[in-house]
């Protein structure tokens, strides 16, 4: 009789379940040892199957069961490190952070921080309402030096409450260089983990990358 040896394909599924590894490893493991058995005792006597082959399957398991452990390792430190962060940032509560992001209005002014090209001659601040209607168009200084957006008409009254995003247009010889999202601070209100990121949640729920924020202040 012959019998064919069994390759990585035909051995027990190894993939780490939601519960522990080591249980599941272990239950694949005695399945394993039960097909080593079988393929054993219905070996052809006057033509068994080299002790080698014999080897080479222990270590096509063993080799599986490593790197499911080895995963399971990773995994454990990826997590580790990620409530670690979590916890550092934890301080960032309550702190204004600085991103390429929209902010929430109360009333109270807003700060942006413009990084207008340097080849620029002229540079506007375009601020859009939550819709995209283009509500004010002003031109500012040349200029990475933070400004004050009071979110009144000219005429003083304040717009509504709500999110705004600031976009900075610089020109060149009434060419449009770039045209991007300026930087703004708002309040942190809460550090959230999702999908493996610190993701921060700001006034009026802007949600923005923590990797994103180039600056912390009080």
Known sequence: MELTQPNAASLPSFAPQAETSEAVISSDFETFLKMLTVQMENQDPLDPTDSAEYAMQLATFSGVEQQVLTNDLLN?????????????????????????????????????????????DTVELVVLDEDGNEVERSEIPVSADPIEWAGTSDDGTPYPNGIYEFRVVSSSNGEVLINE???VYARVQEVRSENG????VLQGDVAVLASDVSALRE
Request: glycine share 6%; proline share 10%.
């Open 76 to 120: 454990a430190l990826m997590m580790q490190m990620n409530t670690t962060g979590m916890a550092q940032m934890a301080d960032w509560v309550g702190k204004e952070a600085r991103s390429p992001m929209p902010a929430y209005f109360d009333g109270s002014p807003i700060t942006i921080a413009p990084n207008p090209a340097v080849a620029a």
């Open 181 to 183: 999202t300026a930087d």
């Open 197 to 200: 990121q610190a993701i921060l």
